[in-house]
């Protein structure tokens, strides 16, 4: 309840610094009626308020604008509208946008399929950190797609992704231990570490058609490498595991500060 009257103050005070044109509010009171946060759920609500801050040129607005045309929220849905904001933003750094675009020329989503243009602006958004770019830049050398594959590079990556605690790197990455494939040696240990914890994170995550058959598959590999390894090498797995699970979780305190 509280939660609930704080989010319909911040909405009062957004909507008041948005009517006056401040273009960081008008986002902000976007997102709200976006989520449906102090307001009533209202995507062309959304919409409307993010259009007003992103012709003023925030980046935030722009990637939200970009987010809503991709998903059909508030707006038809148009890929080419998606992939212009998406631009726009990315254009001036922000990361989520570019990691978006790249996302877009890998899927030719609005754009003419391009992996090269793909890789590009995923390594803008991975050299900022995101982790969900890192993560799709070391698929991309893992496979050769917009990059010769090179397997030290996929590892570099995936680890840079995992180590922020994504899911789907970690699981990659210990495939990519377990294959011996841009590591010094194959390590069944070091490889099921990593499927303990991708499997602890996809196990947290909320169901979704889409993702479940794919967290029911990190799950199956975790098991199998479990059965796979002796009584001492299946401990010596769990504790990594553990020692990397604490070791993300500092990093998280860490960059919250």
Known sequence: MDSM???AE???WFRKAADKGHADAQHSLGYMYAQGKGVLKDDAEAVRWYRKAADQGS????????FMYGEGRGVPKNDKESAGWYRKAAEKGLAEAQYSLGV???NGRGVERDYASAAQWCRKAADQGDADAQFKLGNMYDNGRGVEMDDAQAVRWYGKAAIQGHAYAQHDLGIMHAKGEGVPTKDYAEACAWFI???SSVEAMPSSPEEDELKADIIKRRDAFEKLLTPQSRAQARLRAEHLRLMIEALKKSAAK
């Open 59 to 66: 980046a935030l607005a722009q990637c939200s604008l970009g």
């Open 197 to 199: 914890l991708s499997a």
């Open 104 to 106: 877009m020329y890998a």
């Open 5 to 7: 009257k704080n989010d």
């Open 10 to 12: 911040a909405a009062k």
